[in-house]
């Protein structure tokens, strides 16, 4: 039986806190993997660190804990992001998912989340099983790239981090040719 969108989604609070950059390299991997199209280019653009702070100051974010370089997110923030890109590839503007975002409680945005994204934390993580069978099973992480395309990283190795696995997405849509992918 598969875990429900709502367990997958709550398996990467596991990984909280993150700064900014972890935050968005996260972010950009789920929301990517959904395959929402986005509807135009700030909607196609990567949150970043510096698009995190203007969410903070414009109230589409809650302030993270510390300032600075040493802001820590949590998985309230990683809702809220996810939230606000799956929105805006949506067509919908800043001003009204803040109205939205205002609205919503903890469980709420957690299941809208984990609605639009059920395909996608499905495919994110997978065990399969050794060749030799007194191998523990090995956790593999999935990224798709493009249509037909995806990278299979084993969870415990070095370049099954976000930004690693995000670097190597993005370094395989430029060998391929962005226009096609999208």
């Given at each position: 039986m598969s875990e429900s969108p709502i367990a997958l989604l709550r398996a990467h609070s596991?990984?909280?806190?993150?700064?900014?950059?972890?935050?968005?390299?996260?972010?950009?991997?789920?929301?990517?993997?959904?395959?929402?199209?986005?509807?135009?280019?700030?909607?196609?653009?990567?949150?970043?660190?510096?698009?995190?702070?203007?969410?903070?100051?414009?109230?589409l974010l809650e302030r993270p804990e510390g300032t600075g370089t040493a802001a820590t997110y949590n998985y309230r923030h990683f809702l809220q992001l996810l939230a606000i890109k799956i929105r805006q590839r949506e067509g919908v503007t800043l001003d009204a998912i803040k109205k939205e975002m205002k609205e919503f409680t903890g469980d709420t945005l957690e299941r809208r989340v984990a609605s639009s994204l059920a395909a996608a934390l499905g495919a994110t993580i997978e065990t399969r099983k050794a060749a030799n069978d007194d191998d523990p099973p090995a956790s593999w992480r999935r990224m798709p790239v493009a249509d037909g395309v995806e990278l299979h990283v084993r969870d415990d190795s070095p370049a099954s981090r976000d930004e690693a696995l995000v670097a190597m997405r993005e370094a395989v849509r430029a060998a391929l040719g962005r226009e096609d992918i999208r």
């Open positions: 596991r990984q909280a806190p993150w700064n900014a950059r972890g935050l968005a390299a996260h972010v950009t991997a789920l929301v990517d993997a959904a395959g929402v199209r986005p509807t135009n280019a700030s909607a196609r653009a990567a949150p970043s660190a510096r698009s995190i702070r203007f969410y903070v100051a414009n109230g």
